[in-house]
């Protein structure tokens, strides 16, 4: 799960992290007031007003503005606030569709008391699954291009391994304010940023923290200008108050509405759908759809209770994407009998009408004899196999007749 910055930033306050202070407005009148907010406690005109949406580069989009009076303010707030903002990272890049601003973040000048006297960095934590791990990726090239920096001067990123066991230490954070170039107050406070940024990564089961930019402001302050942060929806159970931060608005809406009947999908850019039960299982169904020709158009794990209902709504979510060519089903009977998911098919199949897609059915494992005379003789437009070679040529022979 995606936090906005604004939420990002409430996460990392209560580790006693410093950030660029803010305010949120959804209506150009609210971002008014945000602004004479941010202008009296920052004793400043100048503001910065940020989209908020669950991409990166918003920068590069039009998506952030400076602003230096209320009547900037008042013009650039209705700019920003419904548009459809085009990044790098919103769904097709920057010749995508974008995505609609539905709020904004109004927010102080950071770089105080001059720009020149300012210092941006980067800073991130994620776990790296090949070494097993959680690593803080860091550079002194922090701001908008640090891809490019990663891909040019690749010596200028350094990376910091925490122990799954030993856990951060208090020497790592000096190496990395070190290696930064920080020296004084400026060191002494990267050393208690970083540490407080890895406890708040931890304690709250992230899967990414992203300051970028992590500011030294001045005054030698370590402040987080800017936070990206992805959540482990494994761990949300524990954390009721990260999960009540869920903007569905931001997600795509075949995955919410899968996530409502418990059903685990995640959208592909694909020809053929899939439904499965399991996600060893899925995977390997992905696999087989590209030996056939294909490409999957999603991830769908039914579970083990793959009943009528379940069926039906996963039909239901995969008919929505206008791509799907072919539609495979692959159950294995292990604890659910197969030929109680064939009847399943076969009602969900009834109630859902006339299905123009070819569907494949592929089921093994107990009663696989008798779901397979469940579904050649309900007289619908449904293919059947046994073995998961024969439903691959059937999706072979499916998407040939497209």
Known sequence: MNLHEYQGK?????FGIPVQEGFLATTPEEAIK???QVVESSKSPVAVIKA???AGGRGKG???KLVKSREQAAQTAPQILGMMLKTPQTPGGMNGPGKLVRKILVTEDSFKPDFESCKEYYVSILTD???KANVIIYSTEGGMDIEAVA???PHLVHKEYVHPLAGFQAFQARNIAFKLGLSGESFKNMVRFVTNLYKAFTESDATLFEINPCLKDGYGNIL??????SLDDNALFRHSDLEAMRDTDEEDPAEVEAKAYNLNYVSLDGNVGCMVNGAGLAMATMDIIKLSGGQPANFL???GTADAARVEQAFRIILKDPAVKAILINIFGGIVRCDRVAQGVVDAYKNIGEIKVPIIVRLQGTNAELAKDIIDQSGLRVRSAILLKDAAELVREALLEK
Not at 10 to 14: A, G, P, R
Not at 224 to 229: E, L, M, R, S, T
């Open 62 to 64: 039009g998506g952030v």
């Open 10 to 14: 409430e996460l990392l306050k209560k």
């Open 301 to 303: 794990d039914v579970g």
């Open 129 to 131: 699954r090949e070494k």
């Open 151 to 153: 891909e040019k001067t």
């Open 34 to 36: 945000a602004y004479d």
């Open 52 to 54: 908020q949406i669950h």
């Open 224 to 229: 987080a200008v800017d936070c990206k942060v």
